[in-house]
């Protein structure tokens, strides 16, 4: 178990040593979202805006006009709500190279409710024209993945869980903009997933295993732009997919899968997610539980589509 917000404030550093356009703007929450780390360490690269965040982004842009390569942090509602227009216009329309890191996602925000809970931050940038939604399941993805963007010439939205969680990707494993990642192969059923979902996907895959279920894993951790090879290949191969995202299932990953399956491989997909619904507080297992998103509904849902599908 790992901290993955840990690992992108570290990681972060870590670059900007050898990278000195990297500087990061701040939304008053340094220690939730580890930036904390960049300040002590380059403290004449980090500015404190405070809580603004439409003017943060726009800074941030004019920061990118002239050479620089920012990050943005504050949570991942305020990133994609509050900001939306100066993210759009400002950032994603020129196609800046302007980061954002959206702390905080999904319902999993210790148990700050549904203010602070992002359940529809993906459905609006994946919608913005130019923008990439980056979302790691674990620590090391992380880590790989802040290199990657920071190498991407263009406006990264990167979706930041608050917790420790599993380690799921190989230990060979180079993250790549653009690519799935098949954690479990499988014959019968595919589990679509991205961010903290992953390891609960393969718990939810052994579990099925026992019941004769051979469940494959494919982790998403961008969203977009959607590997649509590998999906498409694992909807050929099993013929039924269960999308397990930490957001709302409109617009999201399951948006995202089932737009494309409908156009290039119809088959039978079930998508786990928020219900057109706000979160509230509670724990993490609490609020996984509530509203569906365990390994066990996970399991149940792969068994009924498995129905469906025979």
């Given amino acids: 178990m790992q901290s993955v917000r840990e690992a992108f404030g570290k990681t972060l550093v870590e670059i900007a040593h050898r990278d000195e356009r990297i ?9 939730s979202t580890k930036v904390s780390h960049f300040e002590k360490e380059f403290p004449q690269r980090f500015f404190q805006v405070g809580i603004a965040e439409q003017n943060m982004t726009g800074i941030a842009a004019g920061l990118a006009l002239m050479g620089r390569i920012p990050f943005t942090s504050t949570f991942a509602v305020f990133a994609s709500r509050r900001a939306c227009d100066q993210v759009a216009m400002l950032a994603a329309h020129p196609r800046l190279p302007v980061k954002i890191v959206g702390a905080y996602s999904g319902i999993l925000s210790g148990n700050n409710g549904a ?9 609006i940038m994946r919608a913005i024209p130019n923008m990439v939604v980056v979302d790691p399941a674990d ?29 799921v990707v190989p230990s060979d494993y180079s993250f790549e903009l653009g690519k799935a990642v098949l954690l479990r192969p499988g014959e019968t059923v595919t589990l679509v997933c991205s961010g903290a979902m992953a390891s609960l996907c393969l ?16 982790h998403m951790p961008t969203i977009k732009p959607l590997d649509v090879d590998s999906l498409v290949s694992t909807a050929k191969k099993t013929k039924c997919v269960v999308t ?10 399951g948006g995202a899968v089932t737009e494309t399956l409908s156009e290039y491989c119809p088959v039978p997909v079930k998508r786990i997610g928020l219900q057109d619904t706000y ?3 509670g724990s993490n297992d609490e609020l996984l539980e509530k509203y569906g998103l365990s390994s066990a509904h996970i399991s149940k849902a792969a068994l009924k589509i498995v129905e469906k599908k025979r």
């Fill in 23 to 31: 500087v990061v703007l701040d939304a008053d929450l340094a220690s």
């Fill in 203 to 218: 718990k939810a895959a052994d579990a099925l295993e026992t019941q004769g279920i051979s469940a494959e894993v494919l």
């Fill in 115 to 123: 203010t602070h809970q992002a359940v529809e931050d993906v459905a």
């Fill in 279 to 281: 979160g509230e507080c």
């Fill in 139 to 167: 620590a090391l993805e992380m880590s790989q993945a802040v290199e990657a963007i920071v190498e991407y010439d263009g406006p990264v939205y990167l979706r930041l869980s608050r917790d420790e969680w599993p380690i």
């Fill in 244 to 253: 397990v995202e930490n957001h709302s299932i409109i617009g999201g990953l």
